[in-house]
């Protein structure tokens, strides 16, 4: 197998650090060098989510983070407000409703992002509240499309529902403000943004979700928040967790505070934006409508006359480029291209090379150089040397 990059939207490119922290010997996840891991790990993260709320972290995929969330929230029967905007979403809408939740539908178009004042208006004609919760997804990484979480909060405003979010592939990327949002439950996984191997979920929880969890009925088990607090007030997880995927977290969290917060904002925007200026000069259009556009990855329309698997082989086998195609309804439709991960300029310059020529030899109409060096030129912004 050739060295691959990947450009997929999770799991990403882990610096070397990072993954010498999985061969640190094992220790005991109930003695002090564990605790002092996850202790390490859940401050560090209070910052990204905005919070001073406790941060739990869960031996889960985001997945797992995610139905712990609803599964601890609520009980059967009771009614909720869901607004996906892509694949992911829907999966929200599945946990909820493999719990026995009356999930209700706030419809959005693929590509668009959440309509606040859409969800304003639903939510104001709840006048008896009777919605016990809100679904939101701060980073639809399925469409590229991130929402504006700031004008959801504002729209939502002091309606009591407890609000869940799926931040899985957005936190981190951007500024996020639990506690000015007034958001319950925020979940984000190790494999996005954070740049640590998959393994780890971590979730924030407000006050007033632990004060509704006293009564909530779901019948759970593994994915319970409850009981995950219990343990983390002796530095612990319920359950054994991946050890040497927390170690890998902690030095991903070292490598993120390093960088600072601002200059990971920014080198996402600036990836995206690079690779958003590829697909205009190529004649590609993206699948994000602007104002919607995530910063972590980039769906693009198959281009004309492509075939969205065979780009995605040619790629893979011949370059040791690796991007994600469309899931479900959008599959063979959209090519995604993500911006997280240890990845330079280089890189990302590097994978635009190799998709356009790739696009060449299946046949797409496009001049040499005419995307890349559009994306070069925001690669190059910030920098005091051109790219090779
Ligand atoms: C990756 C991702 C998830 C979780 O996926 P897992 O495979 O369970 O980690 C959930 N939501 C979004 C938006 C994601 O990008």
Redesign the pocket.
């Known amino acids: 197998m050739i060295k691959q990059l990947l450009f997929i939207?999770?799991p990403v490119t882990c610096a070397p650090e990072v993954l010498a922290a999985l061969a640190r010997p094992l220790v005991d996840h109930r003695g002090p060098e564990f605790a002092a891991a996850l202790e390490r790990i859940t401050t560090g993260m209070q910052p990204l989510f905005g919070t001073s709320a406790e941060v739990l972290v869960l031996g889960a995929?985001?997945?797992?983070g995610?139905e712990a969330a609803v599964a601890s929230s609520f009980s059967p029967g009771q009614k909720i407000l869901a607004c996906p905007v892509g694949i992911?979403g829907k999966?929200l809408v599945a946990i909820a409703k493999t719990y026995g939740l009356a999930v209700e539908t706030l419809e959005t178009p693929l590509g668009h992002a959440l309509d606040a004042n859409a969800l304003g208006e639903r939510l104001r004609s709840d006048g008896a509240h009777e919605f016990a919760g809100i679904l939101l997804?701060h980073?639809?990484?399925s469409t590229g499309v991130q929402n504006e979480m700031a004008s959801l909060a504002a729209a939502i405003g002091d309606h009591p529902a407890t609000v869940v979010v799926?931040s899985?592939?957005g936190l981190g990327a951007t500024a996020f403000a639990m506690d000015a949002w007034r958001f319950d439950v925020v979940v984000t996984?190790s494999?996005?943004v954070l740049a640590a191997p998959?393994g780890l979920a971590v979730a924030a929880v407000s006050s007033r979700a632990w004060d509704r969890m006293a009564s909530a009925r779901i019948p759970r088990f593994y994915f319970d928040l409850q009981k995950a607090r219990e343990f983390a007030k002796q530095g612990q997880t319920p359950w054994t967790p991946p050890v040497s995927i927390a170690f890998a977290l902690e030095a991903a969290l070292e490598r993120y505070e390093t960088e600072t917060p601002a200059r990971v904002y920014a080198r996402h925007d600036r990836y995206a934006r690079a690779i958003r200026a590829f697909a205009a000069a190529a004649g590609i259009d993206v699948f994000s409508h602007p104002g919607a556009h995530s910063v972590t990855v980039v769906a693009m329309h198959a281009p004309k006359g492509c075939d969205v698997a065979a780009i995605r082989k040619e790629l893979r086998e011949e370059h040791g480029i690796v991007l994600g195609g469309g899931q479900a309804e959008l599959k063979g439709k959209i090519l995604r291209m993500g911006t997280m991960g240890d990845l330079g300029p280089a890189d990302v310059l590097r994978g635009l090379e190799a998709l356009e020529a790739v696009l060449r030899r299946q046949g797409f109409d496009v001049t040499p150089e005419t995307g890349t060096n559009a994306a070069r030129a925001v690669l190059e912004e910030h920098l005091t040397t051109a790219l090779r």
């Open positions: 939207p999770g995929s985001g997945t797992g995610l992911f999966r997804t980073n639809e990484t799926d899985v592939s996984a494999q996005k998959p």
